[in-house]
């Protein structure tokens, strides 16, 4: 294990940033560290490793009371800590409106009553008005057979989102990489919103229904129960300690993203290669064929956030789906304000501009309007 | 691609195709899948489609659908569809143009419908409601108006007329719906009737249309039905359904309950030429379906209103509200459309149940026509709501609420500036945008269903921050509307009573 140490401040809130916090009573950050956590996340997670009580939603209600502008989530062990206990927790729950949604962790290797469990749970969470998921941890060696007949029940019982992640990331079977990938496949083919939670460690990258929706490094960082800040729940990198240092010291942020997480070096990479493509194209008369948009039409900004890194300018991110900018593209894109026109940009940064845009445009990063 | 008309047709879109044209697929898609076929929701622009199972295999297959990931990714044309069996390709151009048509799919970046040209807000309302009275004869248990006849004044017919004045003057807009409440209305006649005369004389002379109406327990009746026809005033009677289950909450401050009563003023309306709407409150979800059976087969009515209680008034004490309790709600609202369509069956006409009727119009139409399931909802856009004593709210449900009142009738300046000018109606109205609900911005049902009523929030969670208590049933029914939308394309009759009010698709999205 490494233990990094930067001196960096966070920087541009990157939208959306989502924090993962392990929770238990008397979690170290739930200290001072927790007003950095509000000032900067728009996701707040809290895993509960131990069973719900009073005191985590007490912890859930008065940052539900925050005039910040954040979402809360919630995750807890479904089995371990039994669907009935979890269920007098379900009405104070619902009356919080900033958690976005409950998710009930569950083994693949739970058993029929177990499963029925987590159904009536799921069922009783959805009633109130709350937005229940699912989170299957595969455990090592785990069959992909059968789970896909525990993903279609669940969703049936009212799970509105549904991922998966490892346990551990112990050796996995030398098929299995594809056969979740074929599972996954499988499973969307019919309609199923799933998706993996995280990274399989030691499974091929390159499968595309193997894309975790972690928001890799850019987008996220886990902070367990004694404080300790690393890039995600896998990352075994310490990056620092909330007991001894402020999150603002500890958190490189995005800017390091590609050396905490190979993902987010793999998106960078790609978005580099597309930058050239991007600017070379002349867009702009199919930009100007895709009526009924004109010349006149405003250049809307949709939220997104701005990676900056002194090598390469700026990316803009939105979602999984980005774009690397020169200094100069960097410029142009901050002049997306909702108040400059096609024509008014091209003007300034003359008719090459249009390919940036256009390339912008098809990523959905800008709208165009009359 | 080249300039398309909101009313794109097929052929057209077509046409406009080429192999080059990039296909995109919009994240933040909803899907649910059924016995093979699945549903896909495009909120932003309240769009859906049901998919077969081999075209939506497809297009899943070839990325261009991506349930469960926030991935967008791109595809030529001509890269779809090679090799294609040409029936199947047929097929397949026909469903790349629903997709397309529903905003789920962009071609060269661009998508059909453009988010800030739906969902306009209505600038200034059209309809006013007048509380004659705070006081009520009745003291029904889920009620939130005071229990005892004189425990408040009446509305002074001079502040009536002042109201009425005020908002046909100073209120832009050619037609205006005038509506006596309380409390209960037919307490204060002399109001009714002043109020009535005046509204039509002011209207006249400012060229505007009128309409009057009046919502009553209906135990006056008998004494007044006469007097509302002379003026012309529609009239609505609260009723619960047949006398076991009015009598549980429909009660006087004895406990009596009030059926009888109601029922003879009914017939006595009746009698008179009236032709009064229904409405009855739905507590006991199991209700729904004996409640709509006396509205049709005691009444005789073919169109009438099932509302549930809310969290509010003396129901919060007398009530038991289970956070739960809307699962059952959905459940039993939905049994009322096999009850319309075996009524539809044996008799050949269709019932125009609220709002089950407005709600498959909204899964037709990007209009909203009613001022609830808006976003943000009719208070202070659709509606104003006037005290007894002369206060102005943002709408009946907020009468008596200090938080939600805007001034005076005496004293407030022009209505059109104090509605521009109001804190208290930017700050509502900025609230309930679906965008700033936090559990409502990421809500596949959030444009059909609109965030909830501002009212309800409040009393129930105690801020406007909050969704719909009801949420889950909204979930629930526009879900299951569209899978019967898509098994039964018979129901669209269901929005006959809304037909004029909007514009409907030129295709519809069930790919019937
Ligand atoms: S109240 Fe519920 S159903 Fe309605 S928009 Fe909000 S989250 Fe969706
Ligand atoms: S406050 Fe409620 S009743 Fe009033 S307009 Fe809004 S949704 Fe309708």
């Not at chain 2, 899964?363 to 208070?379: E, F, I, Q, V, W």
Request: aromatic share 8%; charged share 25%.
């Amino acid at each position: 294990m490494k233990i990094f140490a930067r001196n960096q401040t966070l920087p541009l809130r990157p939208e959306p940033f989502v924090f993962r916090l392990e929770w238990k009573p008397g979690a170290e950050w739930a200290g001072s560290a927790l007003e950095e956590i509000i000032a900067e996340a728009h996701f707040i997670q809290l895993e509960a490793v131990q069973p719900l009580d009073e005191e985590v939603v007490d912890l859930l209600r008065k940052l539900d009371d925050r005039p910040e502008k954040f979402s809360l989530r919630l995750l807890s062990r479904a089995e371990d800590f039994g669907a009935e206990t979890i269920k007098k927790f379900i009405g104070p729950l619902s009356r919080l409106k900033k958690l976005d949604a409950v998710i009930f962790v569950i083994s693949s290797r739970s058993d029929e009553p177990a499963q029925a469990e987590v159904s009536s749970l799921l069922s009783a969470a959805a009633s109130a008005g709350l937005k229940p998921g699912i989170l299957v941890e595969l455990e090592p060696g785990a069959s992909v057979s059968g789970l896909e007949q525990l993903i279609k029940n669940l969703r049936l019982s009212g799970a509105m989102e549904i991922a998966l992640r490892p346990t551990s990331a112990a050796n996995p079977h030398p098929n299995f990489g594809k056969n979740l990938a074929n599972c996954l496949s499988h499973l969307k083919s019919e309609g199923i919103p799933v998706s993996l939670g995280e990274c399989f460690p030691g499974l091929e990258p390159g499968l595309s229904a193997l894309e975790p929706n972690c928001r890799r490094a850019f987008g996220s960082c886990y902070l367990d129960s004694q404080g300790l800040v690393r890039a995600c729940r896998q990352s075994r990198e310490i990056l620092g300690d909330l007991s001894r240092q402020k999150l603002a010291e500890i958190w490189p942020g995005y800017l390091f993203a590609e050396d905490l997480c190979s993902r987010a070096a793999l998106t960078v990479q790609s978005l580099k290669l597309e930058e050239n493509e991007a600017v070379e194209a002349n867009g702009m008369a199919e930009v100007e064929n895709l009526s009924p948009t004109s010349l006149d039409s405003s250049l809307r900004p949709v939220p997104l956030f701005i990676l900056k890194d002194k090598k390469w300018g700026a990316a803009l991110i939105k979602g999984l789906d980005g774009l690397v900018l020169s200094p100069k593209g960097e410029k142009l894109a901050r002049m997306i304000d909702g108040k400059n026109t096609l024509r008014s940009i091209r003007k300034k940064f003359g008719p090459r501009s249009a390919g940036l845009i256009y390339a912008l445009f098809l990523r959905g990063l800008v709208r165009l309007e009359k | 691609m080249t300039r398309y008309s909101l009313d794109l047709s097929f052929e057209d879109f077509k046409k406009s195709l080429s192999p080059d044209d990039l296909l995109t697929t919009v994240p933040g898609l909803y899907f649910s899948p059924r016995s093979g076929r699945v549903l896909i929701v495009e909120p932003e622009s309240a769009s859906w489609l049901v998919v077969p199972p081999k075209e939506f295999g497809y297009l899943v297959e070839r990325g261009l659908l991506a349930p469960g990931s926030g991935a967008r990714s791109s595809l030529r044309l001509a890269d779809l569809e090679p090799g294609l069996d040409p029936d199947f390709k047929a097929e397949l151009d026909r469903w790349l143009y629903r997709l397309f048509v529903g905003n789920m799919l962009a071609i060269n970046g661009y998508a059909y419908h453009q988010p800030s040209r739906l969902w306009a807000v209505q600038k200034y309302p059209h309809y006013f409601n007048i509380h004659l009275t705070e006081s009520c004869n009745l003291a029904c248990r889920y009620c939130r108006v005071g229990d005892s006849p004189g425990r408040f004044a009446l509305m002074p017919v001079e502040t009536c007329k002042k109201v009425i004045r005020r908002v046909v003057e100073e209120i832009p807009g050619t037609k205006i719906i005038i509506g006596f409440h309380g409390g209960e209305p037919l307490l204060n006649p002399e109001a009714i009737v002043e109020g009535s005369k005046y509204a039509r004389e002011v209207a006249r002379s400012a060229g505007k249309e009128v309409t009057l109406s009046l919502q009553t327990n209906g135990v006056l009746l008998r004494k007044h039905s006469q007097l509302l026809k002379e003026l012309n005033i529609e009239v609505g009677v609260s009723i619960d359904g047949p006398a076991a289950i009015h009598n549980r909450h429909r009660v006087f401050g004895s406990g009596r309950g009030s059926f009888d009563e109601v029922m003879d003023g009914i017939q006595a309306a009746r009698q008179a030429g009236l032709n009064p709407g229904y409405l009855a409150v739905i507590h006991d979800p199991g209700d729904y379906l004996p409640v709509a059976r006396f509205m049709v087969e005691t009444l005789g009515a073919t169109s009438f209103r099932l509302n549930f209680s809310c969290y509010e008034g003396r129901a919060k004490s007398k009530l038991d509200f289970d956070p739960t309790r809307a699962a059952a709600f959905a459940r039993n609202w939905l049994q009322l459309l096999d009850f319309v369509l075996e009524h539809h069956r044996q008799t050949g006409v269709w019932l125009s149940i609220d709002d089950l009727n407005l709600f498959v119009a909204h899964l037709l139409t990007k209009d909203r026509p009613h001022m609830c399931y808006r976003s943000p909802c009719g208070a202070g856009n659709a509606i104003l709501g006037f005290g007894a004593d002369g206060k102005i709210y943002l709408c009946e449900e907020l009468v008596g609420k200090d938080q939600f009142c805007l001034g005076d009738i005496e004293t407030a300046p022009p209505l059109h500036r104090l509605l521009d000018e109001s804190l208290v109606h930017a700050r509502a109205s900025e609230s309930r945008r679906v965008e700033n609900v936090a559990a409502c911005a990421g809500c596949p049902w959030r444009r059909f269903h609109g965030a909830g009523c501002l009212n309800k929030s409040f009393e129930y969670f105690g801020d406007l921050e909050h969704r719909d208590p009801m949420c889950h049933f909204y979930r629930v029914v526009f879900e299951e509307l569209m899978w019967k939308l898509a098994d039964n394309p018979e129901i669209i009759n269901l929005i006959s009573y809304y037909k004029k009010y909007i514009r409907v698709q030129n295709e519809w999205p069930v790919g019937i």
